[in-house]
C-alpha cells in the first residue's frame, strides 16, 4: 500500500519523537527520497510540529503539539479500520 502524505508525516514525527535527526537520518530512517523528506519536514516546521535544533548541522525533533497531532492521527486511523 502507498503511504499519504498524512501517514508519511505521522510516521516522521514518531521517528523524530524517540531522538533528534538529521535530514539524512530521516531520510535513511523512513526510506524516503530527499525531495519528500524535505518537503515534509518543512511543512512539520512550518506546522510547529518539529522543531528545528542547531545552525550549521540543523537537527528536527518532535514537538509537543506534533507528538499530540500524531497520537489523535493515530487513533483516527485506527478507528477507520475497526469499521
Given at each position: 500500500?502507498?503511504?499519504t502524505h498524512f501517514m508519511v508525516c505521522a510516521s516522521i514525527i514518531k521517528a523524530l519523537?524517540?531522538?533528534s535527526m538529521s535530514l539524512n537520518?530521516?531520510?535513511?530512517?523512513?526510506?524516503l527520497n530527499r525531495r519528500l523528506a524535505r518537503l515534509?519536514?518543512?511543512?512539520?516546521?512550518t506546522s510547529q510540529f518539529v522543531s528545528v535544533?542547531?545552525?550549521?548541522?540543523?537537527?528536527y525533533q518532535a514537538t509537543e503539539k506534533g507528538?499530540?497531532?500524531c497520537n489523535r492521527y493515530?487513533?483516527?486511523?485506527a478507528e477507520l479500520r475497526r469499521i
Open positions: 500500500m502507498r503511504r519523537t524517540s531522538e537520518g530521516v531520510v535513511m530512517h523512513m526510506n515534509c519536514i518543512s511543512e512539520l516546521v535544533e542547531g545552525v550549521g548541522a540543523v537537527r507528538v499530540d497531532w493515530s487513533a483516527v486511523i
